[in-house]
């Protein structure tokens, strides 16, 4: 993978964390967050996907590197859901 595709992949799960987060209304950070929450969330909406047996709908092919767009985006959704969700307790509990 080169050095252009890693920028590429790094924007695309940018945008996908930040999708994720404004559909559950948190925000955990910055960019490098957002990158980090798309990145976690194209692997947990990938594990919803195979557990349930349900199809991958886009898929954008990065340097040989499959990266599903919308199970990203669902996965993203997932993750800050359960970030706001642990955040919530921490300062509950304070």
Same mark, same amino acid.
């Given at each position: 993978?080169?050095?252009?595709?890693?920028?590429?992949?790094? !924007?695309?799960?940018?945008?996908?964390?930040?999708? %994720?987060? $404004?559909?559950?209304?948190?925000? #955990?950070?910055?960019?490098? !967050?957002?990158?980090? !929450?798309?990145?976690?969330?194209?692997?947990? %909406?990938?594990?919803?996907?195979?557990?349930?047996? =349900?199809? !991958?709908?886009?898929?954008?092919?990065? %340097?040989?590197?499959?990266?599903?767009?919308?199970?990203?985006?669902?996965?993203? #959704?997932?993750? $800050? #859901?359960?970030? #706001?969700?642990?955040?919530? =307790?921490?300062? %509950?509990?304070?």
């Amino acid at each position: 993978m080169s050095l252009l595709q890693l920028i590429l992949l790094l !924007v695309i799960a940018a945008i996908c964390g930040s999708l %994720g987060q $404004a559909l559950i209304g948190y925000s #955990a950070g910055g960019c490098l !967050v957002s990158i980090i !929450v798309g990145i976690i969330g194209a692997y947990i %909406g990938m594990w919803v996907a195979n557990e349930f047996n =349900l199809p !991958v709908f886009y898929t954008l092919n990065i %340097g040989g590197k499959p990266f599903p767009i919308i199970w990203s985006i669902i996965g993203s #959704a997932i993750f $800050a #859901a359960i970030l #706001a969700l642990i955040n919530r =307790l921490i300062r %509950g509990n304070r």
